[in-house]
């Protein structure tokens, strides 16, 4: 119960960044606009420095360089795969009252979710301050994400309740994966440094892919730098984090 319960706590407040989202729409269109892609660049920071920093010298430390790559690869291209059956087949019919796209946003955002748990529960598992380093890369990511699955299932016929409610109970799949990768305990600690390995794949994808592509849309030089050093602010975070727990 000890080892479960950061776990679900963890995970738990990974949920309620679905609240900050709650706040952050009170903002106007544009401030929201310009404060989402900050967080958008500190998210791709923070999960660029959590994967190469924290998740894959964690697991090289267990497992031989080629397992180590290959996961991290084929974790790559799990998210793709994912992300392309999931999120990108739109409805086309115009009439229907809820597109379909926004059941399927829902459907791949809770496995998504479901894996983010799983992944927290695995570097709690193996270690503590490790656990703490993931959840705060995946919150930070969260927290762009859910504004952006909000403004999707808007599009897709949802009103702001509704899609509020409906992001709320897709979150709390990640208590749901974190539970379950607590309660096989003895099964995810065999595969802990293959499930780092993975999620750190995971981690460069989600940067590479759907972050920084949004970063590099910004045409002004002045905000293209502010948000290059927010990204580079993320990367610093990670490694200061990981000077502080080394250090203590």
């Keep these: 119960m000890k080892e479960i319960l950061p776990i679900i706590l963890a995970c738990f407040f990974i949920n309620l960044c679905v609240f900050v989202v709650l706040f952050l729409l009170f903002l106007k269109k544009e401030t ?3 404060i989402n892609l900050f967080l958008i660049s500190l998210s791709a920071g923070a999960l660029i420095g959590g994967a190469f920093l924290h998740l894959l010298p964690e697991a090289a430390e267990k497992i031989n360089s ?3 790559f290959l996961v991290t690869l084929l974790a790559f291209i799990f998210f793709f795969f994912m992300e392309k059956i999931l999120h990108w087949r739109h409805c086309h019919q115009e009439n229907c ?30 270690d ?3 656990g703490i380093i993931t959840t705060l890369a995946v919150a930070l990511h969260e927290i762009p994400q859910e504004i952006g699955d909000f403004g999707v299932l808007l599009h897709a016929g949802f009103n702001k309740k509704k899609a509020l409610l409906w992001n709320f109970l897709v979150a709390l799949t990640v208590v749901v994966g974190g539970i379950a990768g607590g309660m096989l305990a003895s099964f995810v600690a065999k595969v802990i ?10 981690f460069i994808y989600i940067a590479a892919s759907d972050l920084m592509p949004e970063i590099r849309k910004e045409k002004n030089l002045f905000k293209s730098i502010i948000n290059f050093l927010i990204f580079i602010l993320g990367i610093v975070l990670m490694m200061l984090i990981k000077f502080i727990f080394h250090h203590h």
């Design 32 to 34: 929201l606009k310009k």
């Design 66 to 68: 080629q397992d180590l």
């Design 97 to 126: 009252k809820i597109h379909t796209f926004g059941y399927i946003n829902l459907l791949g955002d809770s496995l998504h979710n479901f894996i983010d748990g799983l992944v927290i529960a695995s570097a709690f598992l193996s």
């Design 128 to 130: 503590f301050h490790l």
């Design 193 to 202: 440094p293959y499930l780092l390995s993975f999620a750190a794949g995971g």
